[in-house]
């Protein structure tokens, strides 16, 4: 657009371009979503295998050093709009969720084990239904006590 007789360099190009309706724009920044969220994915990859060559070599998870030089590193790269502090804001929200990623597919697997919950109620039922989304391979069992003094009533699997 033109501005004062010259073109407007100082905006982004999305913002120069001829006016965009809200949902052609809106489509703009969900297919850069979908680009941004692949990246992610292909970066949480990377991250798990390198905790798991940590693991290997008895190494930290956490590397703050590494992780000062990627800060420093966002921060120069910013391009406007973008400021330092904001890429710095996006660096460590990609950092924080790829290591959940890493720590949760290196982290190794619990043995199957059998568990009882004493008490089939709300409170009972609600915890052998987590536990079972939590750790399928567990065996639960299920107790339905009376009362304390009445003794099992039923015991049957969950």
Do not use: W, Y
């Amino acid at each position: 657009m033109a501005t004062g007789g010259r073109f407007d360099t100082d905006r982004p190009p999305a913002m120069r371009e001829p006016a965009m309706s809200i949902d052609e724009l809106r489509a703009r920044m969900d297919a850069l979503d979908a680009e941004l969220l692949g990246l992610l994915a292909r970066r949480a990859e990377l991250s798990t295998a390198i905790a798991r060559a940590k693991r290997a070599q008895n190494l930290p998870p956490r590397d703050p050093e590494r992780e000062n030089e990627l800060v420093a590193r966002a921060r120069a790269l910013a391009q406007p709009p973008l400021t330092p502090e904001a890429a710095e804001t996006c660096l460590r929200a990609a950092l924080d969720a790829c290591r959940a990623v890493a720590t949760a597919a290196s982290a190794p697997v619990p043995e199957p084990c059998r568990v009882a919950i004493v008490g089939l109620g709300l409170i009972g039922g609600s915890l052998a239904r987590a536990l079972k989304r939590a750790q399928p391979a567990h065996r639960l069992t299920g107790v339905d006590v009376a009362d304390l003094s009445g003794g099992l009533r039923q015991n049957r699997p969950v």
